[in-house]
């Protein structure tokens, strides 16, 4: 995960959407790093499943 992240430059201030989120673990990673990020995917099971990481990895802003 880190080297994907380190690949695309993911810091704070940068802005990232993660296009088929799922889980959202690259989500989670990339807001842990700081970044803005927009998570979509096309099956709200999967937006569900993502939030709790999100809040956690955002300070609770999912």
Not at 21 to 31: E, H, R, Y
Not at 43 to 61: F, N
């Amino acid at each position: 995960m880190e080297a994907l992240l380190d690949a695309a430059a993911v810091r704070a201030g940068r802005r990232v959407i993660d296009v088929g989120t799922g889980p959202g673990t690259v989500a989670a990673a990339a807001l842990a790093r700081g970044a803005e990020v927009v998570a979509v995917d096309a099956e709200p099971s999967m937006l569900d499943a993502a939030r709790p990481g999100a809040g956690t990895a955002a300070g609770g802003r999912a």
